[in-house]
């Protein structure tokens, strides 16, 4: 009897706690990623001499970048530094800039790729996409996935808080882009793939529902954790569609209409989930998402990320054209300017309502009081 069973690429190794980047050396030699030690590191300019220092009896045969600033001018500036000798691997030690990157030097020049995230901000931690500025605005490039990814919780909580905080909306996003690909899926045929739609639903889920807040560990991994699953579902559906919808697509809308205004990732794409799911007319996630974005400080109305409702119907109108092609509840609605501004006006007024009236939990007590 035959045995069917897919390969899916996924990270040799995903090492979440305290101390993880103390462990380097030893995950690439144990691993046969590099036994010799001859990596490339590119680490951003805010750690670069922290982690360095880490490693000043260690890793004796690794060459240190610096890389300043996400585009892709930096990221085929790294290419052509790092070929000019021999590598086994290149370590990306950093944030969402430096790992994206990282991630691309790496799908240039063929060689594998250790991602070591200092914050949480975004699901490109483990994710087959490197999101670059260009002379465009900004693009996603497809790359292979990082080979392991170390999350070192000690270097997450000296992160600014804002940029752990906007991780949070970019995984509870996903479920908006679920519902966006289901809906693809029924209306027009696109093919869904239910492990990824599992992966990508249940690291969603885990940090929604998790009461902890960015203080505790155990939160943090949880949302480290999902952030790797989130970007492993997107290998497995060899696309972005898990974690990608119209929440993304209003997002990308904000970073090209307005680049100098632009917030977290995280931020704009939690913002774009919750008008996604008013769009679809389900209370209960509309609330459930409202709920968690307003617990964890994370905007929720247009206002918070410093637009008007009339900027923001610009967004919302602009949005489908960011992703030609993709099919979300954007596009299934139908927008005229006239809804657009009618709905935008609604969201606005059931945001502000359901962050301001008291609610009450299972045993009773309002929020507020607890």
């Not at 790729?113 to 914050?119: P, Q």
């Not at 949302?223 to 569609?241: F, Y």
């Not at 459930?288 to 637009?307: E, K, M, Q, S, Y």
């Amino acid at each position: 009897m035959p045995l069917l069973a897919r390969m899916i690429p996924a990270p040799l190794v995903v090492d979440v706690r305290r101390g993880a980047l103390a462990e380097l050396g030893t995950i690439l030699a144990d691993q046969r990623i590099s036994t010799s030690g001859r990596v490339a590191i590119a680490v951003g300019s805010t750690y670069g001499p922290i982690v360095q220092a880490t490693f000043r009896d260690g890793l004796a045969g690794a060459d240190w970048f610096t890389v300043d600033g996400g585009t892709i001018t930096t990221a085929i500036k790294l290419v052509e530094q790092i070929r000019l000798r021999r590598y086994d691997a290149i370590v990306g030690i950093g944030g969402g800039t430096v790992l994206d990157v990282t991630k691309y030097a790496a799908a240039r020049l063929g060689l594998p790729m250790v991602a070591v995230a200092t914050n949480l901000a975004h699901d490109g931690i483990a994710s087959p996409i490197s999101t670059l500025d260009n002379d465009a605005g900004r693009g996603s490039y497809g790359v292979p996935a990082p080979i392991a990814v170390l999350v070192d919780l000690d270097l997450i909580a000296q992160a600014p808080a804002r940029s752990v905080r906007s991780g949070i909306g970019e995984i509870v996003s996903n479920l908006s882009a679920i519902a966006d690909w289901e809906i693809a899926h029924s209306l027009r045929g696109e093919e869904l793939d239910g492990l990824a739609v599992s992966l990508a639903r249940t690291a969603a889920q885990a940090v929604m529902n998790h009461p902890g807040t960015i203080a505790e560990d155990t939160f943090l991994t949880t949302l480290a954790e999902g952030l790797v699953l989130s970007g492993i579902a997107m290998v497995v559906a060899g696309t972005s569609r898990p974690s990608s919808g119209a929440c993304h697509e209003i997002s990308h809308a904000i970073d090209l209409l307005h680049p100098q205004r632009r917030a977290f990732h995280g931020e704009q794409v939690g913002v774009g989930a919750a008008f996604a799911w008013f769009l679809r007319g389900d209370n209960a996630m509309f609330n459930a998402t409202i709920d968690c974005l307003h617990r964890h400080g994370l905007p929720v109305r247009p206002v918070d990320l410093g637009f008007t409702l009339e900027e923001f119907e610009g967004v919302v109108g602009y949005a489908p054209q960011t992703r030609p092609g993709r099919f979300t509840i954007l596009e299934e609605s139908a927008l005229t300017p006239a809804r657009i501004s009618t709905k935008v006006n609604a969201f606005n007024d059931h945001a502000y309502a359901r962050i301001t009236s008291p609610r009450i939990t299972p045993e009773g007590v309002p929020l507020e009081d607890q």
